[in-house]
């Protein structure tokens, strides 16, 4: 059982910037696939970006590319998501993901809500 715990989510304004932090604890962190979601009112969860186990090879989604960051340091069992140059359509609950890179495991954080707005 891994659990996962997000922190950094607000409200800031149009243009700004944010850190969200995921710690997880009770795994070996190295086995999981770490990714963040979101999900915004009416909207179905979308992935938003998403690393290797090693943190050699990282993904985006479409309309954060350029400005949203992933990131993991296997020291501290944490991977982060740097959101910069924000905007109102990135406001929703982000989520974080583990995903084990070899059987059919996974596991969601509680979710940290994030607010862009002037």
């Known amino acids: 059982q891994v659990e996962l715990v997000e922190f950094g989510g607000g409200l800031v304004q149009p243009g700004g910037s944010l850190r969200l932090s995921c710690a997880a604890s009770g795994g070996t962190f190295t086995n999981y696939i770490m990714s963040w979601f979101r999900q915004s009112p009416g909207k179905e969860r979308e992935l938003v970006a998403s690393i290797t186990s090693t943190g050699s090879k990282t993904n985006y989604r479409d309309s954060v590319k350029g400005r949203f960051t992933i990131s993991r340091d296997n020291t501290k069992n944490t991977v982060y998501l740097q959101m910069d140059d924000l905007k109102v359509d990135d406001t929703a609950v982000y989520y974080c993901?583990?995903?084990?890179?070899?059987?059919?495991?996974?596991?969601w954080g509680q979710g940290t809500q994030v607010t862009v707005s002037s």
């Open positions: 993901k583990a995903t084990h890179r070899v059987v059919t495991l996974h596991f």
